[in-house]
């Protein structure tokens, strides 16, 4: 993948909005368990940062989707892994089915505040029940006149107690499981819904929450697109969620080696550094090598999408390996600052604790491999 000028200058921008606007606050937002979306993202959104790959018409900057990928690899500058998650969650999880496939009038009602940062998005498909068998969800919208009447519940929505509004998958129909599903927008303050708050062992800052639906009314006007298309069209969005979670990953993963191999270089034991032992300078190196691996990996998928190739199989490994990865370098890091890496505000317990998200969320590590066998003809009774 090429990097032009205005994608140099986008990161800049993104990378002082960092150090900026986040970064001196994170210590203040990991302990109250949520940063504010509403003042965060209007900052962006003044910024123009919050729908770049979105029509100029609804106040997008009509750019393609490498510029939403240097976007979410420049947030590996922020301290913690929480605020980037949510942003992503707003910029490019909730909002790719709307932006594509939703009425110029729904379009003009949610995405155009969206994008300005005037409200906060939020994406309902994972439940209680199960997360990654998306076919499986329960959650019904009923017609009623002119209204869908919806009922049930979403677990782990990232930005659920601040959201304005959700992009809510739920069964419309009686059919096939793949069939039967439809995107809806709908509105969180809307009568019937409640939100309760989630605790969780990373990914403090963002705010993250059970949201339940009795009887809540939503106009059909509603529905993104078509009736029954919805498990399709969430598909289409886990391609860049997932792009997005593997671009996000590359500059924190960098920057965790560097302040490791700072520390160690620092940190005397026996007489020598820290960093002086083999062992733990061939496995910097190593780890480095494994980063350097997933961003080409991640480039290639990023230059397919763009030219409209379907990116499912290397999107789906790209995921798979960052959310290893990520394990993995936060791991091997924070034995290296020994005790100090067991504190909680070291910025490889940070890691430890965020990037252990990645290999569940958006579809699990099982899922990715069950993606890619499928794709590669490998599963039992399936041949090339």
Not at 12 to 29: G, L, S, Y
Not at 37 to 47: M, P, R, S, T, Y
Not at 196 to 218: C, E, N, P, W, Y
């Amino acid at each position: 993948m090429k990097f032009s000028p205005e994608h140099r200058a986008l990161e800049d921008t993104v990378v002082k909005f960092c150090d900026k606007e986040i970064n001196p606050h994170v210590a203040e937002w990991e302990r109250a368990g949520q940063f504010p979306a509403h003042q965060v993202f209007k900052k962006l959104g003044d910024l123009g940062l919050l729908g770049l790959k979105y029509p100029e018409e609804y106040g997008g900057a009509g750019l393609d989707f490498s510029y939403s990928m240097v976007m979410a690899e420049a947030l590996g500058q922020c301290n913690c892994g929480g605020v980037p998650m949510a942003i992503g969650v707003h910029t490019d999880m909730a909002t790719p089915a709307l932006a594509r496939f939703g009425s110029d009038a729904l379009r003009k009602e949610w995405l155009v505040p969206t994008i300005a940062g005037d409200v906060v998005a939020c994406l309902g498909v994972s439940e209680a029940s199960g997360g990654s068998d998306v076919a499986a969800i329960k959650t019904r919208a009923r017609v009623d006149g002119g209204d869908y009447v919806i009922d049930g519940s979403k677990m782990w929505i990232t930005n659920g107690l601040q959201a304005d509004w959700c992009c809510l998958l739920a069964n419309t129909s009686e059919g096939p499981a793949h069939k039967n599903k439809s995107l809806i927008v709908v509105p969180m303050d809307a009568p019937g819904i409640t939100r309760q708050k989630i605790d969780k062992i990373g990914m403090h800052s963002s705010d993250t929450a059970q949201l339940f639906f009795d009887g809540v009314r939503v106009p059909r006007r509603n529905l993104i697109g078509q009736e029954g298309l919805g498990f399709t069209f969430q598909m289409l969005q886990f391609q860049e969620e997932r792009l997005w979670g593997a671009a996000g990953s590359l500059r924190s993963l960098d920057r965790l080696i560097d302040q490791t191999i700072d520390y160690t270089r620092q940190r005397k034991a026996f007489g020598k550094s820290i960093l002086d032992n083999q062992v733990v300078h061939f496995r910097l190196a190593e780890l480095r090598c494994e980063v350097e691996a997933l961003r080409a990996l991640t480039y290639r998928a990023v230059e397919l999408y763009v030219s409209g190739k379907d990116v499912t199989r290397l999107a789906s490994m790209a995921k798979l390996k960052c959310g290893r990865l990520s394990r993995e370098v936060a791991d091997a890091c924070l034995q290296y600052w020994g005790g100090m890496g067991f504190t909680a505000d070291n910025p490889a317990s940070q890691a430890y604790r965020d990037s252990r998200l990645i290999s569940i969320g958006g579809g699990a590590d099982e899922i990715m491999l069950s993606i890619i066998c499928k794709l590669e003809g490998t599963l039992p009774g399936k041949s090339t």
